[in-house]
């Protein structure tokens, strides 16, 4: 059997893992990341794309106002290029008690997160489709975050610091020798080939599956994994992030994030992350406080609708899953379980990342005996060295100067044929989901409809697919977005999926096609 | 003035009602919101898509609720030999479909094809060569080597790189004689004696039999289109070749303006309001024909509360589901796939107790409650067979 020698192990290709395995990088430690499937395709990948400002949690979670708000004015300094500077409002709607906006006021001053109250009239200005009826408006720096680029700039930047990624390997156990865990078996899930990785230390970055790692080495971590489904709306109904001044409850938040935005969420304790089935009453919900919002939500257009796993630490049995603190759980096995090797870092957002990160590089290099400072609230990723935010027009500005020479595969998303052979020779995949991933490739209005014939025959030559191989790519993409289109196929959505049925069933067949 | 029937839509259904009526001399207005379904659809005329048996065969054998069953086959065939002595140039019938290629590589079952895609046809197999001309819609590899995995069969894919042109250019590029030439010698020095070539179906446009038959004389074999994403450029030519003799015939044919709203008295419809630009007309008829599709062109509409509607005269709908109305599964026939009007034995839409909703409302085409279009590859010959046989019940009841 192969094998590797490391100092670091991270386990876990989210948000978290890529700010560990960059954090460990940059401290000049051998460090490896593993994860079992793409990076950021686990609850990463399924959130509605908010920066914190902090305002959320001001009054019900202090601690985690208090960590967004610091996270966040850092990530405007070293993520700028993941980020949409759309900034946030807290209204009270007609179904919201306007005392509360007192409280708020009063939860944000105290956890430092910055806070204006603005006339209703100034928040109509800015926003025409609020609710009218709205009494009071407050705002915060809330932004929208591009999970995929984040991710993926840690990765890269990651690597210049000489990690090694190894996507698509799953954990098979972690290894224990002296009582102490000294690294993991690991599975190529492409190939089937098994990889024994030597580790001075392992961090369990796996977010709501760390309880599921921790195990394989005796260690209870209670993770309870917390559903929260979303629906994107093909249009900026807002512009801002739109939030109820209320304590956090279902369907309460707008995220205007790239060409969309996002209503969410729910909040369903589940047994099991992986298994994240959307309810007709979750959208009929959604949709419901979607109108409270932006009068005549139901008419707009829903183009999609996922579900994520939040991983919510919990010390012990909890019943509702909103009463678990948003703040990160460190746990290190060495002084809790009298386990040496191993440190799990969980709960959190993705807003506190990085410092999740620090905390268990911190955490890690006490056990390894060693001081090494962390460098990741200074040093910006790849892409974002000149701290400029990202607006919606920024793929529109990049293509206008030469409009007629390159060919655009993916039309919704202004993917040219170049960038998306460049990505699919970097990512070396037979999967177009890893290229959406990447490009957003299908993300738009027609979810595939026209790109994912071009982008199959592109990918057959570039990757050189046997003809099976091709069919297996279009027939999973295809059924990938239709995971997500057939809980709010309605209105001009179902008009959408039925010109993609016409070319998939009725022009080109596929249902006929080998597999 | 009064028409004797406004047809709405401008699908294949309404086209063939539309030029049927009007060849009988009836006055006769096609109102559409826009081009139908042609320009999306590949222009073949499939029955139903049945590998092994004829599709008159199994026509026989629908369950009631399905439209076809509406119909005996001799009218399915008379539609079908009618439609074929007004559009030139389509080949087969009702005794055996065609098998061609589709641009993934899949095997399609057609019934009707245009005679530039019949040199395509798969049975009894054969050496074929798929040419890609640089265009983002066709991969003529990738679908060459699923074709070759057939018995019998031996495909393979050449790139000439034109220059990056939608397909629409490239038609009308197609029709000059010099970019024909340049293709033709290119080619020449590529081919083995028996193959076949095809091309991604973007043979010209006005002047599209000629450049066919000119690319099938300067490749001295068979040369033939397979159909690719939209646009149509064999869909735009069928709408042509029937609105061309339907205007020729004195129908009027107005594409833009939506039908807004139904006038009715006493169980008839008396007129329909049209708007275009914040104007709107009524548009008076002693009959009616609805003909505007169903989910994908907007003649049913689902809205988030999960209501189905008929858009423009609010007609019951057949046929829906419980929950839920769609499955997990993508590939899987669809709980919502049948929905439609339910019409009666002349194609009147009919209320909850089967007695038409007006009398003289008829109905054609995909907006039909029974079918599954793209899953039982049924489309436009639906669209013929229907829109034939309710423009002969019409004009019989006149």
């Keep these: ?515 | 003035m009064t028409y004797d029937t406004v047809v709405i839509g401008a699908g294949l259904a309404g086209l063939t009602a539309a030029l049927r009526l009007a060849e009988e001399g009836r006055q006769v207005i096609l109102v559409a919101k826009g081009v139908g379904s042609t320009h999306l659809a590949p222009a073949t005329i499939d029955v139903l898509a049945v590998d092994d048996k004829s599709p008159a065969e199994a026509l026989s054998k629908l369950p009631s609720e399905h439209p076809y069953a509406r119909l005996p086959v001799e009218v399915v065939a008379a539609s079908i030999e009618w439609f074929k002595a007004r559009v030139a140039g389509y080949r087969g019938g009702l005794h055996e479909n065609f098998l061609l290629p589709t641009a993934v590589g899949a095997v399609k079952p057609s019934a009707v094809v245009p005679e530039s895609m019949a040199g395509g046809d798969l049975r009894g197999g054969g050496r074929f060569v798929f040419v890609g001309l640089g265009l983002k819609d066709f991969y003529p590899a990738y679908l060459a080597e699923n074709l070759d995995q057939l018995a019998d069969v031996s495909a393979r894919g050449i790139e000439l790189t034109l220059s990056h042109e939608g397909s629409l250019d490239l038609a009308r590029r197609f029709e000059q004689a010099d970019l024909r030439e340049v293709i033709a010698r290119q080619l020449n020095a590529q081919l083995e004696p028996d193959e076949r070539v095809g091309f991604p179906a973007v043979l010209g446009l006005r002047h599209a039999a000629e450049v066919w038959r000119d690319l099938e004389e300067r490749l001295e074999r068979p040369v033939f289109e397979v159909a690719t994403l939209p646009p149509s450029l064999p869909g735009m030519r069928l709408y042509e070749a029937m609105s061309e003799p339907l205007r020729k015939a004195g129908g009027r044919v107005i594409i833009g303006p939506t039908v807004v709203a139904a006038e009715t008295s006493n169980g008839r419809v008396e007129g329909v309001v049209v708007e275009q630009a914040a104007r709107s007309t009524t548009l008076r008829a002693r009959s009616f024909m609805l003909a505007t599709g169903g989910f994908a062109s907007g003649g049913l509409q689902l809205d988030s509360r999960g209501r189905i509607r008929e858009t423009v005269f609010d007609l019951p709908v057949a046929g829906a589901p419980d929950r839920p109305r769609f499955l997990p599964t993508y590939l899987e026939e669809q709980p919502l796939d049948r929905v439609g009007v339910a019409v009666d034995e002349q194609f009147r839409p009919t209320d909850v107790d089967g007695n038409p909703r007006y009398e003289n409302l008829y109905a054609a085409g995909a907006t039909l409650a029974g079918a599954a279009p793209w899953r039982e590859g049924s489309g436009n010959g639906l669209s013929v067979a229907t829109g034939y046989a309710a423009a002969t019940i019409l004009e019989g009841a006149q």
Excluded at chain 1, 61 to 67: L, Q, R, V, Y
Aim: charge should be negative; proline fraction near 4%.
């Design chain 1, 1 to 515: 059997m192969a094998s590797l020698e490391t100092e670091v192990l991270v386990i876990g290709g989210g948000s978290t893992g890529a700010g560990v395995v960059r954090d460990a990088a940059m401290r000049g430690f051998k460090t490896v990341l593993v994860e079992r499937k793409d990076l950021a395709d686990g609850t990463t990948g399924r959130f509605h794309g908010l920066l914190h400002s902090g305002g959320r949690y001001a009054v019900r979670d202090p601690e985690a106002a208090k960590e967004c708000i610091e996270e966040n004015l850092i990530l405007r300094r070293t993520a700028a290029d993941c980020i949409e500077d759309t900034g946030g409002l807290f209204v009270s709607t007609p179904w919201d008690d306007p005392a509360f906006g007192d409280t708020f006021l009063e939860g944000c001053r105290a956890t430092g997160v910055p806070v204006e109250e603005i006339s209703v009239a100034e928040a109509l200005q800015r926003e025409p489709r609020l609710h009218p009826g709205i009494s009071r408006a407050f705002t915060v720096p809330d932004a929208s975050i591009d999970a995929w680029k984040l991710v993926w700039g840690c990765a890269r930047s990651a690597q210049e610091h000489g990690a090694e990624m190894l996507i698509y390997h799953r954990v098979v156990r972690l290894e224990r020798s002296d009582g102490r865990v000294s690294g993991a078996l690991v599975r190529d899930e492409l190939t089937g080939r098994e990889l024994r990785i030597h580790a001075d230390v392992v961090v369990n970055a796996a977010g709501a599956w760390a309880g599921q790692i921790a195990e394989l080495a005796g260690c209870r971590v209670n993770v309870l994994p917390g559903k929260g489904i979303m629906i994107a709306m093909n249009h900026r109904l807002v512009n801002t992030v739109i939030n109820r001044c209320k304590m956090p409850a279902d369907g309460d938040i707008l995220v205007p994030i790239r060409t969309v935005s996002v209503i969410g969420t729910t909040d369903t304790r589940v047994a099991d992350p992986d298994d994240l089935e959307i309810t007709e009453a979750e959208v009929e919900e959604m949709l419901d406080e979607g109108e409270k919002l932006v009068p005549g939500f139901r008419e707009a257009r829903a183009l999609r609708a996922w579900a994520g796993a939040r991983p919510l630490f919990a010390p012990e049995e909890v019943a509702d899953t909103r009463e678990v603190s948003r703040s990160h759980a460190l746990v290190d096995h060495r002084e809790r379980d009298g386990v040496e090797g191993l440190v799990t870092i969980t709960g959190g957002k993705t807003t506190t990342f990085r410092l999740m990160a620090e905390a268990a590089m911190d955490a890690a290099c006490e056990q390894l005996g060693v001081d090494r400072p962390c460098r990741t609230a200074e040093e910006p990723l790849p892409g974002s060295e000149a701290r400029e935010f990202y607006t919606l027009g920024s793929r529109v500005r990049a293509r206008e100067p030469v409009p007629q020479l390159q060919e655009i595969i993916c039309e919704c998303e202004l993917i040219t044929r170049e960038r998306l052979e460049e990505a699919m020779e970097w990512r070396h995949t037979p999967n177009l989901d890893d290229i959406r991933r990447t490009l957003r490739l299908g993300m738009g209005p027609c979810q595939g409809g026209f790109c994912i014939y071009r982008a199959t025959g592109i990918l057959h030559s570039v990757e050189r697919l046997d003809h099976l191989a091709a069919n297996e790519s279009l027939l999973s993409f295809l059924q990938e977005r239709w995971k997500g289109v057939h809980p709010i196929l309605y209105g001009d959505q179902l008009r959408q999926a039925r010109l993609d049925d016409w070319i998939f069933q009725g022009l080109l067949g596929v249902q006929r096609l080998p597999t």
